[in-house]
């Protein structure tokens, strides 16, 4: 079974960076397919960034794309979100996902994390 775990939300002023962490756990993580994915109140859950297997490739929502950065280390087992020029409209509820496909569709993910808080004010 897969865990994933997410680290690294908090409270941010608006111009600012945080870097999300994802721990994953259970089978190979190579095989997996990892995305960043959030939720803000009263909103549907909304594709945010995916990674491929070896992390040649990436891809991006068009309202983060040149600031936000996916990226990987297989020999720890995590997933990284960097995330710059941070606006309050970036404020949500952020998972983690792991599935077996690209894609940018939550619904093809098979297990997420808990999620972690992002919140951007002054």
């Known amino acids: 079974q897969v865990q994933l775990v997410e680290s690294g939300g908090g409270l941010v002023q608006p111009g600012g960076s945080l870097t999300l962490a994802c721990a994953f756990s259970?089978?190979?993580?190579?095989?997996?397919?990892m995305g960043w994915f959030r939720q803000a109140p009263g909103k549907e859950r909304e594709f945010v960034a995916v990674?491929?297997?070896?992390?040649?490739?990436?891809d991006y929502a068009d309202p983060v794309k040149g600031r936000f950065t996916i990226a990987r280390d297989d020999a720890k087992e995590m997933v990284y979100l960097r995330m710059n020029s941070l606006e309050p409209e970036d404020t949500a509820v952020y998972y983690c996902?792991?599935?077996?496909?690209?894609?940018?569709?939550?619904?093809?993910?098979?297990?997420w994390g808990q999620g972690t808080q992002v919140t951007v004010s002054s």
């Open positions: 996902a792991a599935g077996r496909q690209i894609t940018t569709m939550a619904r093809k993910f098979d297990y």
């Open positions: 990674i491929s297997y070896s992390g040649g490739h990436t």
């Open positions: 259970g089978r190979a993580f190579g095989i997996y397919v």
